[in-house]
Nanobody, 121 residues
Framework: QVQLVESGGGLVQAGGSLRLSCAAS????????MGWFRQAPGKEREFVSQ????????RYADSVKGRFTISRDISNNAVYLQMNSLKPEDTAVYYC??????????????WGKGTLVTVSS
């Protein structure tokens, strides 16, 4: 059983920052990439960012480029999302994801349960 557990969500004012963490545990699993998706109320889940596990290559949605930074800690089996200059439209449940494809938008094998980020105006 693979578990992805997110933490770090909360309430922040517009312009503020939050850092999300995702810890992977359980059986050893093959992953080519880990990353983050989000789902705002009444909207579909959307891609936010990903990082390839071995190479450390990153990719971002246009809406977060320049504001969010993804990183990984291989020794601690964790991935992080530093979110700066937050906007009310960033309000969503953020989900950690892991997949055997180098492109998470092509498929996710494991999901976390999500952490809520609320940005007030």
């Amino acid at each position: 059983q693979v578990q992805l557990v997110e933490s770090g969500g909360g309430l922040v004012q517009a312009g503020g920052s939050l850092r999300l963490s995702c810890a992977a545990s359980g059986r050893t699993f093959s992953r080519a990439a880990m990353g983050w998706f989000r789902q705002a109320p009444g909207k579909e889940r959307e891609f936010v960012s990903q990082i390839t596990w071995r190479e450390g290559n990153t990719r971002y949605a246009d809406s977060v480029k320049g504001r969010f930074t993804i990183s990984r800690d291989i020794s601690n089996n964790a991935v992080y999302l530093q979110m700066n200059s937050l906007k009310p439209e960033d309000t969503a449940v953020y989900y950690c994801a892991a997949g055997s494809s180098h492109w998470l938008t092509y498929g996710v094998d494991y999901w976390g349960k999500g952490t809520l980020v609320t940005v007030s105006s």
